[in-house]
């Protein structure tokens, strides 16, 4: 079995929900606590043993590209100021020099053409995708547990969630046959369901583990809903040929891409950190 080594970060979206916030700043920066949404994701992928990062960006989005690379400046004051813990910090969580690349979408045509991109950069073997603005928050990191599966029994894996029926027609949807538990077959999936119409409850949730065969369809893949590329439709063809597995999450997913689930996971995230969970426990109940 091919070891997932590459993964692909989609952020040449506009984020238009997060208006005016991400007119000069990509939405991938803003930050849960402290550190940005896209940090958090990569964070997943790295303690899944990913090795090379590949992020198809776009205009506007220079100050992903200078995230992820060593502050030499900034290196230097704090050193100067004996701020050891933080400049150590710093360079561990800075991805080494090569393991890093850069691609742009140049118009942002739908998520199955930013995957698209990144073609030449992940090459022919199997690989991971991570939507940024989604954050999977549990002890056993999402990604990790999926390449586990891929290890397993191969083919594509995509990771979903339970949501409310009633919402169903907000997402992709899985038709997993009634199956709920383990890792099952993926029968279909449908892009926002009409109401009343969903094949099940359990919603795409921004990882997928996919085989490079994927590329070949999105290269004549013609827009779908929402007049964009999406990688739904590509993957819907790719299962007429290979085999689908889901990774049934079972944490707790936030989608920071809007602003009631970027605010939950704020709290959410800070509630968890022994620094400053208490103060925010007496300023939370202080608000209300
Ligand atoms: P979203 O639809 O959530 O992001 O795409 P968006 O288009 O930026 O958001 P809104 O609706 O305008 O607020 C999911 C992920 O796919 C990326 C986005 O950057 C986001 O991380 N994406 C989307 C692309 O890279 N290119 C695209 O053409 C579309």
């Known amino acids: 079995m091919t070891r997932i080594r590459k993964a692909v970060f989609p952020v040449a979206g ?29 964070e997943e992928a790295r303690a899944a043993g990913i090795e090379h990062f590949i992020f198809v960006t776009g205009r506007g ?65 199997p690989f991971a995708v991570l939507l940024p ?46 199956a709920a538990e383990g890792t099952p077959k993926i029968h279909g999936m449908v892009e926002k369901p009409k109401q009343g119409t969903a094949p099940s409850n359990f919603a795409i949730s921004g990882r997928y583990i996919l085989s490079p065969e994927i590329f070949k369809i999105l290269e004549t893949q013609h827009r779908g809903a929402g007049n964009e590329i999406q990688l739904t439709d590509a993957m819907v063809t790719l299962m007429q040929s290979q085999p689908f597995y ?8 936030h989608d920071t891409g809007h602003q009631l689930g970027f605010l939950t996971a704020n709290i959410a995230y800070a509630l968890k950190r022994d620094d400053i969970s208490q103060a925010l426990r007496t300023a939370l109940k202080d608000l209300l």
Not at 134 to 160: E, F, Q
Not at 246 to 253: E, I, K, S, T, Y
Request: one cysteine or more; glycine letters at 8%.
């Open 14 to 42: 506009l984020g238009t929900r997060f208006l005016p916030a991400t007119k000069t700043i990509p939405k991938e920066m803003l930050p849960v606590v402290d550190r940005p949404v896209i940090q958090h994701v990569v």
């Open 61 to 125: 989005k220079g100050a992903i590209e200078d995230h992820f690379d060593d502050a030499y400046e900034l290196n230097a004051v704090l050193e100067q100021r004996g701020r050891k813990e933080d400049l150590l910090r710093l360079k561990s969580e800075t991805p080494k020099p090569g393991q890093t690349s850069f691609t742009r979408q140049q118009e942002p045509l739908g998520l199955g053409h930013a995957v698209w991109c990144a073609r030449e950069l992940v090459g022919n073997e």
């Open 133 to 178: 603005d989604m954050l999977h928050d549990d002890a056993t990191p999402c990604l990790a547990t999926m390449i586990a599966d891929h290890a397993h029994h191969g083919g594509n894996v995509i990771a979903a969630y339970s949501v409310p029926k009633e919402e169903t027609h907000r997402y992709g949807i899985l038709d997993l046959a009634g």
């Open 246 to 253: 889901a990774h049934l999450f079972r944490g707790r997913v």
